[in-house]
């Protein structure tokens, strides 16, 4: 195979462009190099303690001779994708899908029109919404997310996607992704780090653009998972249907649950903003070896939002990062990256 | 980054032999290089329908031109593992562990010693253990594969999976892979698809060995998994314990439903030998373009074994290949593969 392909009869431009298109093996990268890439790849951060912990951490991890070099198959990045990759607030983006599918399902189902929680996201009552208890939003979230195929629900909610407009910033929610971040998932994949999205949200639902909007395929999608059913369709398809039953819930502790069921492995480096990514982080942390834990602090109201309540921002109930978060973070040494400080823009529009 | 690595300071041998062991691009590749490529990769096969279907596949499927031209992203392959990728009678190898695993279990525990199915095991009287039944299987299963850390687990069934040998053949199970379905998953990986293991086995004792025995790894492989819980050790070392809680029973239309759920596309190619890969296989046939279903036949008793019914062998109940699933196969255009026919050898040490 590589006799033939490094024959005569291969043009040598072809062969250097395609070459070019690929990964670069770490072994071949000098620690100068990784510097100028870092310079290049991370343009959007500030010179600082944080984007310092993620070249540092990549260097250790791949230079061969660092006696904290990992084998690039072991490379295992996770990233929350809620306050972490993109706009959480004011609503996370898949709880504004199922919140706007709930007119289009008691269209099919009239019977849930008067009952609760359907009625109170009828009446549009921004202040009643708001007060919805997680249970109340559990049913929400399990009446739009299944009761269909898996096709139909991707059909569905990738039209919604497209649709769909931030209030705020009158954008697509897939423009509303944090530079900085797309960078760092870009400079880890080109350092052989296997990038995953690991969410409290809809695992369907995050896997949908995930290859689009931050490179990553629905394979290292991991997130709240509901059950599928194999059935046959009244043609004889085969066909997996959506199932009202929990299978995943992948936040706090079922991070780490999750990461071990999809995944298998521990993972490097993690990246969090709230206290749902706490036990993720923790778990990294507890490996061996060089590990990066960072989370981001929504401390910039001016461009994007300020919330926590560490540090004694605004506690928004989207998005907790508590002051006990914060001081886990100080005592673990967890890098936590200012958005006001450490990002030089927050959108790839800025 | 690529200028810096095709500058003057990097040595060109060095470069070359890097080069060599990456995966080369599809769009370099001929169909003359393909012909040749599978010459020698599928050295184990004989000319014959199964290895043609094989070439065919790859053909279509990675060629720019054909209008059956796969984008590398979506190229996901999946194979059962017990009787499709290594030995599988007279008992699933992670069977074999968990009730090898029952006197250590009883040890631990003592009042187990007088409880079914642990006393029948414990008795040694293999016509009786033949007799269990599948909830027999089931409790001794959930004992033996849970109740602690996923590190403990993967340290004990690593060392059982070092030291286990075979009755028949007196050699590692780890041996007792068939060779040219080894060059299957190579061939397909040269080609850029992505290989998986589907296995009703249990996923932790699947990925055990998965990366060196067969370069799939762990986050490659999908099988029959337990809940786990995330805690705090004695020491406040966050662990992962092994509940017994079926989260994913992976065999049969749970084949179909463990794909959507870990890797959340449809695979191009599957491969299985009983009733219990029938939905994958349909599940992939379903899709659209040209897809690859193949079924292992053991009709092979002196090399290997003979048992089906499929075709008049002997039923064993392991690894049912029905007549009916044959009937299917040939309804569907599924390929049968005859391991007496198709495989000029069946394993490495041949």
Redesign the interface.
């Known amino acids: 195979?590589?006799t033939?392909?490094?024959g005569a009869h291969?043009d040598r431009r072809?062969?250097?462009s395609?070459?070019?298109?690929?990964p670069?093996?770490a072994?071949?990268?000098s620690t100068a190099?990784l510097a100028?890439?870092a310079g290049?790849t991370l343009a959007s951060w500030n010179d600082g303690a944080a984007k310092q912990a993620i070249i540092d951490f990549v260097r250790v991890t791949t230079d061969r001779s660092s006696p904290k070099f990992v084998p690039p198959?072991e490379r295992?990045a996770t990233f929350d994708q809620d306050g972490t990759l993109w706009v959480e607030h004011p609503m996370y983006t898949f709880v504004t899908y199922c919140l706007e599918r709930v007119p289009i399902l008691v269209k099919a189902k009239p019977g849930l029109k008067e009952v609760e929680p359907f009625k109170t996201v009828l009446s549009g009552n921004q202040d009643e919404i708001a007060k919805l208890t997680t249970p109340d939003l559990e049913k929400i979230l399990a009446a739009t997310l299944t009761g269909m195929t898996?096709e139909e629900f991707k059909a569905e909610a990738t039209k919604w996607l497209d649709a769909a407009r931030h209030p705020r910033w009158n954008r697509s929610y897939t423009e509303l992704i944090y530079q900085p971040m797309l960078e760092v998932l870009r400079f880890l994949r080109?350092n052989d780090y296997?990038t995953y999205i690991v969410t409290g949200g809809g695992?369907?639902f995050a896997?949908m653009g995930s290859?689009k909007i931050y490179g990553i395929?629905?394979?290292q999608?991991v997130g709240t998972?509901s059950?599928?059913?194999?059935?046959y369709d009244k043609d004889g398809?085969?066909?997996?249907f959506k199932e009202p039953k929990l299978?995943?819930f992948d936040d706090?502790?079922?991070k780490?649950?999750g990461i071990?069921?999809?995944?298998?492995?521990r993972p490097y480096a993690a990246f969090g903003n709230s206290t749902g990514d706490q036990?993720m982080l923790?778990?990294t942390g507890?490996g061996d070896g060089a590990r990066l834990m960072m989370l981001v602090l929504h401390d910039d109201a001016q461009r994007e939002y300020a919330y926590g309540p560490a540090q004694g921002l605004p506690d928004t109930k989207v998005g907790t990062f508590t002051q006990a978060l914060y001081d886990e973070a100080k005592k673990d040494g967890w890098t936590v990256i200012s958005m006001k400080n450490d990002w030089k823009r927050i959108f790839a529009f800025d």
């Open positions: 195979m590589k033939h392909v490094f291969v072809v062969l250097l395609s070459f070019a298109a690929l670069l093996p072994l071949l990268r190099a100028q890439d290049s198959p295992i898996v080109a296997k695992q369907d896997r290859e395929p629905p394979e999608v998972a059950a599928t059913k194999y059935e398809r085969p066909t997996l299978m995943l706090f502790g079922g780490a649950e071990h069921l999809m995944i298998g492995r036990q923790e778990y507890a």
